[in-house]
C-alpha cells in the first residue's frame, strides 16, 4: 500500500502532494515501483495534528482518486474518519474505506461501507491525533488492542458486515510508546487469529528515529525495511509505506525465502 499525503502537515511528506497534479502524479510513481493499493489521504494524523473540515478534505482528495481512477484499475483507498468523505471517494472510483478511528469517530461511517460493500481497515489508536501521544498508557498493550479490534469486528458483523470484509491494523504510533510499538511488532502473529486481513503501518515513524537515531523522517527508510520485513514474516497481509520502490524489491527476497521454506526445501545442517 503506497501512501498519497494531500496534506500540507503530515509528518513525512507534508505539502509535497498538496495540489492535484503532484499528487497523480506521485501516485502513478509508486504504482510504476509496483504498489498494489494506493491509499489516498487528505486530514493528517500525526501526534498532534488539527482534525480538518469536511469540505476542505473533500476538497484535497476527490480530484485526486477522480483521476486516478481515469489511469488505472488498482485498488484505491481513502484515509479518512468521515463517512461524508467516504461516501463521495467511494462514489468516485475508491475501493476501500481506511478508517484510523475504526468507525468511532463519524457514527454514519458503518452505513457508508455497507451501502458500498467495501473493505474497511479499522485501526487502533488510542485517543485522538491531537493528543494520543500525550501519556499513552497498557497494563497489556498487545491483548488491550487485540481486544479492541476484537471489538470493532464483532460491531460491524452485528451490522450485517462480513469480518471477511474487515482489515485490522494495530496502530503503530497511534498512542503508543517505543516499549508498545515493539510489543505489538513480535507477537504480531496472535492478530491473524482475528480471521481478518492484518495492515501494518510502520514507514518512517518516530519510534524508528528513537531506535537509530535518525531524526528526519525520510532518513528512515532502511530501518522502515527491517521493520516490513519483520511485519511479513510474522504474517502481516499488507504493508503501508511510502517508499514502495525499495519495499517491493525487499519483499521479493522475503517472499522467496518464505516460500522455499514452506516448501520444505530449507534443511538444517550440523557440523561436528
Known sequence: MGVVNCTPD??????LFLQTEKAVSHAMSLLEAGADILDIGGESTRPFSEPVDLEEEKRR?????????????TLISVDTQKAG?????????????????ALRADPDMAE???DFKCPVCLMHMKGT??????APSYNDCVKEVYDFLEERLNYIESLGISREMAIVDPGIGFGKRLNHNLELLANLDYFKSLGAKVLIGVSRKSFLGEITGLKDPKERDIPTLGAVAWSVIRGADIVRV????WTRRLLQVVEALMEHVRNGQHMSICRK
Open 242 to 245: 511510502h517508499n514502495v520502490d
Open 85 to 101: 468523505v467516504a461516501r463521495a471517494a467511494l462514489s468516485v472510483g475508491a475501493d476501500i474505506v481506511n478508517d484510523v478511528s
Open 112 to 114: 457508508v461501507i455497507k
Open 10 to 15: 503530515s509528518f513525512s511528506d507534508g505539502g
Open 61 to 73: 482528495v476527490i480530484p485526486v482518486i477522480k483521476e486516478i481512477r481515469k489511469r488505472t484499475k
Open 129 to 134: 491525533p491531537r493528543d494520543m501521544q500525550v
